[in-house]
């Protein structure tokens, strides 16, 4: 999204719409799974009243369920409505792909961007 590779958004759980730990995207992700989310439990609650739960787990397609403070490949879609309705989660740019950008304003990303630590250990330092 800010004109480099991009990096990474998760792998514990493991995220994107290949499961490859990348917002990646292609012509078989209908829902544009381009942004990283840093759930929060508003977020989470805010999705599963929109009919989108991320929190229970679906271990039959190897889903654990989120957690606040988990990162996730949301839809772009779901991640604008959250944003709409003053839920929406923090915002990983270097993480999220550029075809998100297609549906979400670059405005509201930014507004919700967060730089995160790549370990949670090292928030405490």
């Given at each position: ?53 991320l929190i229970s787990p679906m271990l039959l397609h190897?889903?654990p369920g989120l957690a606040p403070g988990d990162r ?54």
């Amino acid at each position: 999204m800010l004109g480099g590779d991009l990096e990474p958004c998760g792998d514990d759980p493991v995220t994107g719409f290949y499961r490859d730990g990348c917002c990646n995207t292609g012509p078989e992700d209908l829902g544009s799974h381009t942004i990283c989310a840093v759930v929060t439990a508003e977020f989470l609650e805010h999705q599963r009243r929109i009919g989108n739960d991320l929190i229970s787990p679906m271990l039959l397609h190897g889903f654990p369920g989120l957690a606040p403070g988990d990162r996730w490949c949301v839809t772009a879609a779901n991640w604008l409505r959250a944003h709409r309705d003053g839920s929406a989660a923090f915002v990983v740019l270097k993480s999220t792909h550029e075809r998100a950008l297609e549906i979400v304003p670059l405005e509201a990303l930014r507004e919700h961007a967060i730089d995160v630590p790549a370990s949670p250990g090292s928030l405490a330092e």
